[in-house]
T-cell receptor, first 113, second 111 residues
Framework: GQQLNQSPQSMFIQEGEDVSMNCTSSSIFNTWLWYKQDPGEGPVLLIALYKAGELTSNGRLTAQFGITRKDSFLNISASIPSDVGIYFCAGLYGSSNTGKLIFGQGTTLQVKP | DTGVSQDPRHKITKRGQNVTFRCDPISEHNRLYWYRQTLGQGPEFLTYFQNEAQLEKSRLLSDRFSAERPKGSFSTLEIQRTEQGDSAMYLC?????????FGQGTRLTVV
C-alpha cells in the first residue's frame, strides 16, 4: 500500500536554530497535511497544502507541496522549546475523496534551551 | 471547548474483556474517522463515517471491532474480547472536507 517516509527520524537542535524535515512517497498525493503531536495527546493540524508547488506559512512554520506531488517539506525557523514534539506528514492520495489520510512515521524534535 | 472530544482518556482492561470508546466530533463536521496509533508509529486508518453511514473500513478492523455513528453525531468504537495486541492509542478525527481535526485519544492498555 501507500507509504510515506519521513526524515530525519529524530532531531536534537539548539534553541534558535532552523529546522527542516521532509516526507517522500513513491505515490502521488493530492493533499499534504502536517501535524504536531505532544506526548499523550492527539495530533494538531499545522498546515494543509492542496496544490503542487504550493508554499504556505503559519507563523514560524513553512511547508511546501513538491512539484512531483510525491514529497513535501516542513521548515521551522528560530526554534523554541515548545516546538518539541513529534511532527507527522499525512497525505491524501489518488482519487480518494473520503479524506482518509496516510501518515508518515514521524520526526521527533528535541530543542535544547 | 468545541474541538473533538474522546472518552475515556485512558482505559486499562483485562484480556478478553469488551471495551467501548466514545467520540464527539466538531458539531458541524459530517465526516468522522477512527485511527489507531502504536508507539513510535503514525496513526493508521481504521474506519470512516459520512454522517451515519460507515463508508470504509480498513483491513486492520477485525471482526472483534465494531464502530457506529447512530445519528450522525457522536460515534462509538467497541472492541470485543480484547487482546494484548489491541493496546494502542485510539484517535478520533472529524472534518468537513479534507482537514481532519483530532481528539486527544483514548489510550487502551490490555493486561
Amino acid at each position: 500500500g501507500q507509504q510515506l517516509n519521513q526524515s530525519p527520524q529524530s532531531m536534537f537542535i539548539q534553541e534558535g536554530e532552523d529546522v527542516s524535515m521532509n516526507c517522500t512517497s513513491s505515490s502521488i498525493f493530492n493533499t499534504w497535511l502536517w501535524y504536531k503531536q505532544d506526548p499523550g495527546e492527539g495530533p494538531v493540524l499545522l498546515i494543509a497544502l492542496y496544490k503542487a508547488g504550493e508554499l504556505t506559512s503559519n507563523g514560524r512554520l513553512t511547508a511546501q507541496f513538491g512539484i512531483t506531488r510525491k514529497d513535501s517539506f516542513l521548515n521551522i525557523s528560530a526554534s523554541i522549546p515548545s516546538d518539541v514534539g513529534i511532527y507527522f506528514c499525512a497525505g491524501l492520495y489518488g482519487s480518494s475523496n473520503t479524506g482518509k489520510l496516510i501518515f508518515g512515521q514521524g520526526t521527533t524534535l528535541q530543542v535544547k534551551p | 471547548d468545541t474541538g473533538v472530544s474522546q472518552d475515556p482518556r485512558h482505559k486499562i482492561t483485562k484480556r478478553g474483556q469488551n471495551v467501548t470508546f466514545r467520540c464527539d466530533p466538531i458539531s458541524e463536521h459530517n465526516r468522522l474517522y477512527w485511527y489507531r496509533q502504536t508507539l513510535g508509529q503514525g496513526p493508521e486508518f481504521l474506519t470512516y463515517f459520512q454522517n451515519e453511514a460507515q463508508l470504509e473500513k480498513s483491513r486492520l478492523l477485525s471482526d472483534r471491532f465494531s464502530a457506529e455513528r447512530p445519528k450522525g453525531s457522536f460515534s462509538t468504537l467497541e472492541i470485543q474480547r480484547t487482546e494484548q495486541g489491541d493496546s494502542a492509542m485510539y484517535l478520533c478525527a472529524s472534518s468537513q472536507n479534507i482537514e481532519a481535526f483530532f481528539g486527544q485519544g483514548t489510550r487502551l492498555t490490555v493486561v
